[in-house]
């Protein structure tokens, strides 16, 4: 222990001894620590004693072949406890010092750093708001100062691109309004040339309604002046004496009546059916869909078509052949404008078979067939002629507006694109097919 004592700060050492005691009947046993030595001598210890406030103790085992036990050290905390408010003094002055320091140096910063960055921070959101008046009007002549320079020149960039912006939106504005005028006459004037194209195609049905017309017409006289030749048949017989008359003959009479009454009124709505199709072709706008039998449609459209081109030109001939599935039934569509749409394609078939004849440079026998029929959910118009066929340079361009091989007065360049717009409005498709010299084959493709 002799290297301990010479500290002043050590208040004792002592040395405890460990023993074994063994109880009576020599089974069990428990450790014991008892004071074998302390120094100084007068100190008196207990083994269990611990450390205080005041007192620190360290305890330390040890065991030789001797012995076992452990060391005990107690060190006085006066000492330390001057030292501890010692460096606590000597931290708040330096503390207290760093603080002072801290502030100046802050107090400095925000005059010269802080301040004006704020004030660019503000000005930069006003600015962002749309206020350029925001110049920084004291500028310093440090680094903060370039950047008070740099925000002035943005904002006179700012306010340069403002005015320019603000006149090309004044111009902008100027054209706009003209455009959107020019786009109202344009569509003033799509508008009536639709509406002419849908008069011109009426005019080529002109002759041919006549034609139609005229025979139910003539239906209608004939049987009417039948009637009344009966009729006056019928007086005279009633003028007789009731002996005399023959009522035999008054029943067969106005049973002949009855018969050319029916046929007058049924060939009356025939013509009255004529006229309401082709009122219902010249309106302007389209009217709701209505189940419609297809195939009727189409043999109407095709002899209005061929007695109204027959009318124009008695030299024009062409054989007509039709296969229409009968299985079909009615179609929900717009009649006039599914009727316009094949109107046109056979027009334009006439008009191709029609050029190839005038050519004259081998037989030729202008044929036109016309075909419906019903592929699962579909139904297909097909329109076929044995004309010159479509040139491939064009091919993709007859469904354009405007574009027609026709010369000039005889096609607006509407037709194929109206139709196309048509059959696209019923969710359906047109198609075309051509080989060049054999002819064309337009499809009407629409769902049931």
């Not at 010269?112 to 962002?128: F, H, M, Q």
């Amino acid at each position: 222990m002799e290297f301990v004592k010479g500290d002043p700060r050590l208040q004792f050492i002592s040395m405890l001894q460990s023993d074994t005691i063994w109880n009576k009947k020599h089974d069990k046993f428990q450790l014991k620590q008892t004071v074998f030595k302390t120094f100084p001598e007068n100190q008196h210890l207990s083994a269990a004693i611990t450390s205080n406030d005041s007192l620190i103790v360290k305890k330390a085992d040890f065991s030789t072949g001797m012995m076992s036990g452990a060391i005990l050290l107690g060190f006085n905390t006066n000492g330390i406890e001057a030292s501890k408010a010692k460096i606590k003094h000597t931290s708040i002055i330096v503390s207290t010092l760093v603080l002072l320091f801290g502030i100046l140096i802050g107090l400095w910063l925000a005059r010269t750093i802080s301040i004006p960055v704020l004030a660019l921070r503000d000005a930069a959101r006003k600015v962002g708001e749309g206020d350029l008046n925001q110049k920084i009007k004291r500028v310093q002549k440090n680094e903060i100062g370039q950047l008070e320079k740099a925000f002035n020149k943005m904002i006179d960039d700012l306010e340069k691109t403002t005015n320019a912006l603000n006149e090309k939106n004044v111009a902008l504005s100027n054209t706009n309004d003209t455009l959107n005028h020019t786009m109202i006459e344009l569509k003033n004037t799509h508008a009536q040339l639709i509406q002419s194209e849908k008069m011109a195609s009426l005019g080529e049905l002109t002759a041919g309604i006549a034609h139609e017309i005229q025979n139910p017409l003539n239906f209608v006289n004939n049987f009417s002046e039948v009637s009344m030749e009966l009729i006056e048949e019928v007086k005279e017989e009633r003028s007789k004496k009731q002996e005399e008359r023959d009522e035999i003959l008054e029943v067969e009479l106005l049973e002949d009546i009855s018969r050319n009454l029916a046929k007058i009124t049924h060939h009356g709505k025939r013509a009255d059916a004529i006229v309401k199709g082709m009122l219902q072709h010249s309106r302007t706008t389209s009217s709701e869909k209505e189940p419609t039998d297809i195939n009727g449609l189409a043999d109407e459209y095709l002899r209005l078509a061929y007695h109204g081109l027959r009318a124009k030109d008695k030299s024009f001939n062409a054989t007509l052949n039709t296969d229409f599935d009968k299985t079909i039934g009615k179609v929900n569509m717009v009649p006039q404008d599914i009727g316009r749409v094949v109107l046109n394609l056979i027009t334009n078939a006439f008009y191709a078979v029609d050029e190839r004849k005038k050519q004259g440079c081998e037989p030729f026998e202008p044929t036109l067939t016309l075909t419906t029929r019903k592929k699962g959910d579909t139904i297909v118009i097909s329109v076929k002629d044995n004309g010159n066929g479509i040139p491939q340079s064009i091919l993709d361009k007859i469904f354009q507006p405007f574009f027609t091989t026709k010369p000039t007065g005889q096609g607006t360049g509407l037709g194929l694109s109206l139709a196309y717009d048509i059959i696209a409005a019923h969710e359906g498709r047109l198609s075309v097919e051509t080989k060049e010299g054999e002819g064309t084959e337009f499809h009407i493709e629409l769902p049931v």
